[in-house]
């Protein structure tokens, strides 16, 4: 009898998932197994919907941004009996091994189901926010960061015709990723992210010395999990209400309280536009459909010599494979060498 392949995208959606399950799909029939979708995520598993995919439904969607099986913030071990009905569901359907294209929360719940149920699964690193251990790249970063830079391209050209400091607020969650990227790439005159703690004023005084050079006007990048941090030693996260499945708060609005700051202290015009999920959604990019690709062969490799509980990284420019344990167990944040690139040009 063929094997049969499960595979679920879990958390926010992001650009090249479909890019991914094409490629699993395609090395797995080629091997003569079935493959079939998993529904929005570890919900799927939970209330047991599945969908059988074939050639037909994995046509054409290499460009396609989003997730053509759905997907969901659902922790199975956030709820009673959420993990049993996992085990239960995927031996009903005869699932013979899992693929889960996830970030941190979605990876973790697969490397708990693997050391605690010995589920065989494999991962595939995603998140526009390359905020996992393990990996250089997660895919999705690169359509993220492309995505923003254009805006404060964009954007700079009304700063310069209104001699106002715009903020751009990006994501990335607890990580400056995206920010200091786009932020280097695009030419930001300040760039905030949340593991280099430079307070307000410092940052309005990058601004004023700037205007002071003749500049006036500045593009000034703040990641969303940047705590606003003051020379009296406050700090405050701007967040709104309530939390996920997996704790996390509901990041968001902190450019906002930052423009009008800034334009307080300085006394020039200043703007914020927050980019939101326009950084996640679309086409993937080139580099980000490639990675996927490659992710999601290595992937279906891992099934096929049932090496479970490992998940397919980048080190380099090579494909490699590493334990879903040691991806999880720690967050990815951003080198101070790497803001140093980005401070290199502050002011
Ligand atoms: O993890 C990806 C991400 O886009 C973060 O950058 C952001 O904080 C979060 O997801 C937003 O989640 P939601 O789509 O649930 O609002």
Redesign the pocket.
């Known amino acids: 009898m063929s094997k049969q392949i499960g595979v679920l995208t879990g958390?926010?959606d992001c650009p090249g998932l479909n890019a991914v399950i094409r490629a699993v799909a395609r090395r797995s029939f080629d091997r003569g197994y079935d493959v079939v979708a998993v529904r929005e995520g570890w919900r799927g598993l939970v209330e047991g919907k599945f969908q059988a995919l074939g050639p037909r439904e994995i046509s054409g969607i290499l460009p396609r941004g989003g997730t053509i099986i759905g997907t969901s913030?659902t922790n199975p071990y956030s709820s009673d009996g959420g993990v049993e009905r996992v085990l239960r569901n995927f031996g009903r359907q005869g699932l013979d091994a899992l693929v889960a294209i996830g970030?941190e929360d979605t990876l973790g719940v697969a490397a708990s189901l693997h050391s605690e149920h010995e589920l065989p699964v494999v991962g595939v690193p995603k998140?526009?926010?390359n905020d996992l251990a393990a990996t250089d790249y997660t895919f999705g970063f690169d359509t993220a960061v492309t995505v923003a830079t254009e805006a404060i391209d964009r954007l700079h050209t009304t700063a310069e015709s209104h001699n106002r400091v715009m903020v751009v607020e990006v994501?990335?969650?607890h990580t400056g990723w995206i920010a200091v990227m786009s932020g280097i790439a695009g030419g930001a005159d300040v760039i905030l992210i949340p593991e280099e703690p430079v307070t307000v004023e410092r940052a309005c005084a990058e601004i004023r010395r700037r205007h002071d050079r003749g500049k006036d006007f500045s593009i000034v990048v703040v990641s969303?999990g940047y705590e606003l941090t003051y020379e009296s030693g406050e700090r405050r996260t701007v967040a709104q209400a309530g939390e996920d499945q997996f704790g996390h708060v509901?990041?968001g609005g902190v450019g906002d309280v930052l423009a009008r700051e800034i334009e307080e202290r300085t006394g020039y015009e200043s703007r914020v536009t927050v980019l939101g999920?326009v950084q996640?959604g679309g086409s993937p990019t080139p580099r980000d459909r490639v990675l996927a690709t490659r992710y999601g062969l290595k992937a279906a490799d891992l099934v096929h010599e049932e090496r479970f509980g490992r998940m397919a990284a980048l080190h380099g420019d090579t494909i490699v494979d590493v334990s879903l344990r040691d991806a999880t167990a720690e967050r990815k944040t951003v080198p101070a060498e790497w803001y140093q690139v980005a401070s290199a040009f502050f002011g």
């Open positions: 958390g926010g913030r970030g998140t526009i926010d994501m990335g969650r969303e509901r990041l999920h996640r």
